[in-house]
Nanobody, 124 residues
Framework: HLMESGGGLVQAGGSLRLSCAASDFVFDYNAIAWFRQAPGKEREGVSCINRSDGSTYYTDSVKGRFTISRVNAKNTVYLQMTDLKPEDTAVYYC???????????????????WGQGTQVTVSS
């Protein structure tokens, strides 16, 4: 129901755009988010967008660098990542939930649908 793409290897300071393509059913879910998980670390909520009002949430470490957006005609949510840092290296996952309204700390347990992930590696 969710499929990520766009990951890769980039130098520090570079940019990547991740895509999360959703089925019609899942794209109607209210909250669609991006999480990431680095080796040996817990999964971390990065950003989220609400279908109901278009509002967005970002974790502090990516504010000003990452932008989440959704294009309804393509059933796709994007994560534009700029000024990438080595600490952004992780597997990035797309997640969705029909009822959640995301406005603060993202808990992976609140999301019911998940993609398989895409690797982002930032070299120093």
């Amino acid at each position: 129901h969710l499929m990520e793409s766009g990951g890769g290897l980039v130098q520090a300071g570079g940019s990547l755009r991740l895509s999360c393509a959703a089925s019609d059913f899942v794209f109607d879910y209210n909250a669609i988010a991006w999480f990431r998980q680095a080796p040996g670390k817990e999964r971390e909520g990065v950003s989220c967008i609400n279908r109901s009002d278009g509002s967005t949430y970002y974790t502090d470490s990516v504010k000003g660098r990452f932008t989440i957006s959704r294009v309804n005609a393509k059933n796709t949510v994007y994560l534009q990542m700029t000024d990438l840092k080595p600490e952004d290296t992780a597997v990035y996952y797309c997640a969705a939930d029909p009822d959640l309204y995301c406005e603060s700390h993202l808990d992976s347990g609140d999301f019911t649908s998940w993609g398989q992930g895409t690797q982002v590696t930032v070299s120093s």
